[in-house]
């Protein structure tokens, strides 16, 4: 059984993936032809209800002939965004803090 954090992740990636093959107006049968990969465990994959390996994202990505690193960052482009945004607003609320000290 997987924890939501990790269903949470599994979605991500699997929406990641699924929009590249979209913007490549690549088919679930077109991927099942090229790589041998079974369309329906892609679909499962792509809407995060099936757990994925390095391994067979990689596979993916070669066949959608992208770099890897591309999902992880279309992926968690948006949690990353918000965790410099958080750290933003933790610097400015320790200066407006020391502002208000003075």
């Known amino acids: ?19 590249i093959r979209k913007e490549k107006k690549l088919t679930l049968q077109d991927i099942e032809a090229h790589s041998g990969l079974n369309r329906s465990t892609v679909s499962l994959i792509e ?14 990505c070669n066949t959608l002939d992208i770099d890897p690193a591309e999902v992880f960052v279309r992926a968690f482009r948006e949690d990353f965004q918000n965790q410099q945004l958080n750290k933003i607003f933790e610097r400015f609320d320790a200066y407006e803090a020391k502002k208000d000290e003075t």
């Open 47 to 60: 809407r995060g209800m099936q757990n994925v390996s390095i391994g067979w994202i990689v596979h993916y």
């Open 1 to 19: 059984m997987t924890s939501k954090n990790e269903s949470d992740i599994y979605e991500k990636i699997g929406s990641a993936l699924k929009a």
